[in-house]
């Protein structure tokens, strides 16, 4: 579990520290002050060594592969896309091991001249004379990988010099895309095996009581989910509202991955005001059975209002952060809350989000 973020010279935040993340941690702030940005900053952090990592987080905004030119790739992700400057993501976690990651501009390597891709180099494609590669460098007390992203005419190539670290237990739940039901369904299956279909049924009819099934069925050469009614036909995930879609994919990933770090952008998307309470209540509560940590963001008054639920629970003090972004002139700072000050704050109806 993180505890503390610093951010130089990724996206809006030049030099930016952001501390206090705790199992569960919602974070508020005007358009633009860079909510999605941090939970951004965190993915590209854990999923470095994913050979898609840039293709994805594009996607996280909407922006397609074939919209951009290939350095474009990650070219924005630098504070006004000036790749001169490097970028910085720095962790700490609860045992406050500090981890870092860099990455900047190589100009120097050259794909081609390992001996292992010099037979593919026309199934490859060359890449653009003035292509560079982008180069990753992770340390922490007992690490120093480096790996090394190359952008071709058809392919994204990622060489390491080190042995690659993965996580792969880092999931990103926003509007703009959706895990494939394959994915959805394989979720399922895990948790068919660890007994706790009826725990996530039950959450479920939380927020709609008709229904009474979850089951996978082999489609076109993969599963999908359906969910079963009382008096109505039976429908795939993905033919239902975005509020139930969105629940069935938080409650199923951090019910079959344990531990995981689960980023939620707008978690208010797709529900109505009332359900908050009990959104954050079993958010509260999955987080800590299973151990996941989650970060969320919200410009929703009623969502945020709505946590107070967890800032309130005295038998467990340490489960809830509150933190606000704000911007004075081109500076973003964070101003976390302790329990105390966010219950007060909600209740004295200051502005928070």
Same mark, same amino acid.
Request: hydrophobic letters at 40%.
């Given at each position: 579990?993180?505890?503390? +973020?610093?951010?130089?010279?990724?996206?809006?935040?030049?030099?930016?520290?952001?501390?206090? !993340?705790?199992?569960?941690? +919602?974070?508020?702030?005007?358009?633009?002050?860079?909510? /999605?940005?941090?939970?951004? /900053?965190?993915?590209?952090?854990?999923?470095?060594?994913?050979?898609?990592?840039?293709?994805?987080?594009?996607?996280?905004?909407?922006?397609?592969?074939?919209?951009?030119?290939?350095?474009?790739?990650?070219?924005?992700?630098?504070?006004?896309?000036?790749?001169?400057?490097?970028?910085?993501?720095?962790?700490?976690?609860?045992?406050?091991?500090?981890?870092?990651?860099?990455?900047?501009?190589?100009?120097?390597?050259?794909?081609?001249?390992?001996?292992?891709?010099?037979?593919?180099?026309?199934?490859?494609?060359?890449?653009?004379?003035?292509?560079?590669?982008?180069?990753?460098?992770?340390?922490?007390?007992?690490?120093?990988?480096?790996?090394?992203?190359?952008?071709?005419?058809?392919?994204?190539? +990622?060489?390491?010099?080190?042995?690659?670290?993965?996580?792969?237990?880092?999931?990103?739940?926003? /509007?703009?895309?959706?895990?494939?039901?394959?994915?959805?369904?394989?979720?399922?299956?895990?948790?068919?095996?660890?007994?706790?279909?009826?725990?996530?049924?039950?959450?479920?009819?939380?927020?709609?009581?008709?229904?009474?099934?979850?089951?996978?069925?082999?489609?076109?050469?993969?599963?999908?989910?359906?969910?079963?009614?009382?008096?109505?036909?039976?429908?795939?995930?993905?033919?239902?509202?975005?509020?139930?879609?969105?629940?069935?994919?938080?409650?199923?990933?951090?019910?079959?991955?344990?531990?995981?770090?689960? +980023?939620?952008?707008?978690?208010?998307?797709?529900?109505?005001?009332?359900?908050?309470?009990?959104?954050?209540?079993?958010?509260?509560?999955?987080?800590?059975?299973?151990?996941?940590?989650?970060?969320?963001?919200?410009?929703?008054?009623?969502?945020?209002?709505?946590?107070?639920?967890?800032?309130?629970?005295?038998?467990?003090?340490?489960?809830?952060?509150?933190?606000?972004?704000?911007?004075?002139?081109?500076?973003?700072?964070?101003?976390?809350?302790?329990?105390?000050? !966010?219950?007060?704050?909600?209740? /004295?109806?200051?502005?928070?989000?």
């Amino acid at each position: 579990m993180i505890t503390k +973020l610093e951010l130089n010279n990724f996206r809006c935040f030049q030099n930016f520290v952001i501390e206090g !993340f705790r199992p569960v941690t +919602l974070i508020a702030g005007a358009n633009g002050v860079g909510k /999605s940005t941090i939970l951004e /900053s965190i993915f590209l952090f854990n999923e470095r060594n994913s050979h898609n990592v840039f293709t994805i987080l594009n996607s996280f905004r909407g922006i397609h592969h074939n919209q951009l030119s290939m350095t474009m790739l990650w070219e924005h992700l630098f504070t006004n896309s000036d790749v001169n400057n490097i970028i910085t993501i720095s962790s700490t976690t609860k045992h406050l091991e500090k981890q870092c990651l860099t990455l900047e501009k190589d100009s120097t390597f050259s794909l081609f001249s390992l001996p292992e891709l010099k037979s593919q180099a026309h199934l490859l494609g060359y890449p653009d004379q003035d292509a560079y590669s982008l180069k990753l460098v992770y340390n922490d007390s007992t690490h120093n990988d480096t790996s090394l992203f190359t952008v071709t005419a058809n392919n994204i190539i +990622l060489t390491s010099h080190q042995p690659i670290l993965t996580s792969n237990n880092t999931h990103y739940i926003c /509007s703009k895309i959706s895990y494939t039901s394959q994915h959805v369904a394989e979720w399922y299956g895990k948790i068919l095996k660890g007994n706790k279909s009826q725990q996530c049924i039950d959450i479920l009819q939380i927020l709609d009581k008709r229904i009474t099934q979850i089951y996978a069925l082999p489609q076109g050469g993969t599963s999908t989910l359906f969910v079963k009614f009382e008096s109505m036909p039976d429908l795939p995930i993905n033919a239902l509202g975005d509020g139930i879609n969105k629940l069935i994919t938080t409650i199923l990933v951090m019910l079959s991955h344990r531990s995981a770090m689960i +980023l939620i952008d707008e978690i208010e998307n797709g529900f109505h005001y009332s359900f908050f309470p009990k959104l954050w209540e079993i958010i509260g509560k999955l987080a800590t059975e299973t151990e996941c940590q989650v970060i969320a963001t919200s410009h929703s008054y009623e969502c945020i209002h709505s946590a107070e639920c967890l800032a309130a629970d005295t038998a467990n003090p340490e489960l809830f952060r509150f933190i606000r972004l704000d911007r004075h002139n081109s500076v973003i700072s964070s101003k976390k809350y302790e329990n105390e000050q !966010f219950i007060y704050a909600i209740n /004295s109806g200051w502005e928070v989000r």
